[in-house]
């Protein structure tokens, strides 16, 4: 199978709603059996980004806010959009800083995803923070946050439980851990969670 060739042909495309963060689009499509179809595409305007900030002890810093598409609460890494002209890592910076109150002196890149792609464009990318300090926090107006320091195996564990169940979170919670195991972390990283 040639992974280059997209096998739908797009005989259509509307938009049939759009706002400043989404565009959602209806396409007439011939799928790759070559019979007749419909798909729905949500296209993002913003990039994704999150971060997991490591504090001085060792812990993890989570937001918890009620997720209205979910109807439910959440815990989280600090998370949120950046426009795409705008780079992710200046956006993860932003976002730490307005939901937690934190900047952080070290970064490291460590994660990139696609979300949600059978009907999304959406993509993010994750980072590592630590050598924290605080600043004021900032939350947009739509967002009534909690936050909470865990320590970060402790974390992990609300992963494996299904406690902690957004997307990001959950891959980027598992990803350092399978750096620490793997030693792979920053050493500051590494000696204030153990491995």
């Given at each position: 199978?040639?992974?280059?060739?997209?096998?739908?042909?797009?005989?259509?495309?509307?938009?049939?709603?759009?706002?400043?963060?989404?565009?959602?689009?209806?396409?007439?499509?011939?799928?790759p059996a070559g019979g007749p179809g419909v798909y729905g595409t949500v296209h993002f305007k913003?990039?994704?980004?999150?971060?997991?900030?490591?504090?001085?002890?060792?812990?993890?810093?989570?937001?918890?806010?009620?997720?209205f598409p979910l109807g439910a609460y959440s815990w989280e890494i600090p998370e949120g959009g950046g426009l795409m002209?705008?780079?992710?890592?200046?956006?993860?910076?932003?976002?730490?800083?307005?939901?937690?109150?934190?900047?952080?002196?070290?970064?490291?890149?460590?994660?990139?995803?696609?979300?949600?792609?059978?009907?999304?464009?959406?993509?993010?990318?994750?980072?590592?923070?630590?050598?924290?300090?605080?600043?004021?926090?900032?939350?947009?107006?739509?967002?009534?946050?909690?936050?909470?320091?865990?320590?970060?195996?402790?974390?992990?564990?609300?992963?494996?439980?299904?406690?902690?169940?957004?997307?990001?979170?959950?891959?980027?919670?598992?990803?350092?851990?399978?750096?620490?195991?793997?030693?792979?972390?920053?050493?500051?990283?590494?000696?204030?969670?153990?491995?």
């Amino acid at each position: 199978m040639d992974e280059s060739k997209n096998p739908w042909k797009v005989v259509s495309r509307a938009a049939v709603y759009e706002n400043q963060w989404i565009r959602v689009d209806h396409h007439e499509v011939l799928g790759p059996a070559g019979g007749p179809g419909v798909y729905g595409t949500v296209h993002f305007k913003y990039h994704a980004t999150g971060v997991v900030p490591i504090d001085e002890k060792g812990n993890v810093i989570l937001v918890g806010q009620y997720r209205f598409p979910l109807g439910a609460y959440s815990w989280e890494i600090p998370e949120g959009g950046g426009l795409m002209d705008v780079p992710p890592l200046e956006s993860a910076q932003r976002e730490l800083r307005e939901e937690c109150g934190l900047a952080a002196k070290n970064w490291a890149e460590i994660l990139a995803m696609d979300l949600s792609n059978s009907v999304t464009d959406e993509r993010s990318v994750i980072f590592l923070a630590w050598d924290l300090t605080e600043t004021p926090a900032q939350p947009d107006d739509t967002e009534q946050l909690q936050i909470a320091r865990l320590p970060f195996w402790e974390a992990v564990n609300r992963v494996k439980r299904g406690e902690i169940r957004d997307s990001m979170s959950a891959a980027a919670l598992l990803r350092v851990a399978l750096m620490a195991v793997q030693g792979e972390l920053p050493r500051p990283v590494a000696d204030l969670i153990g491995g």
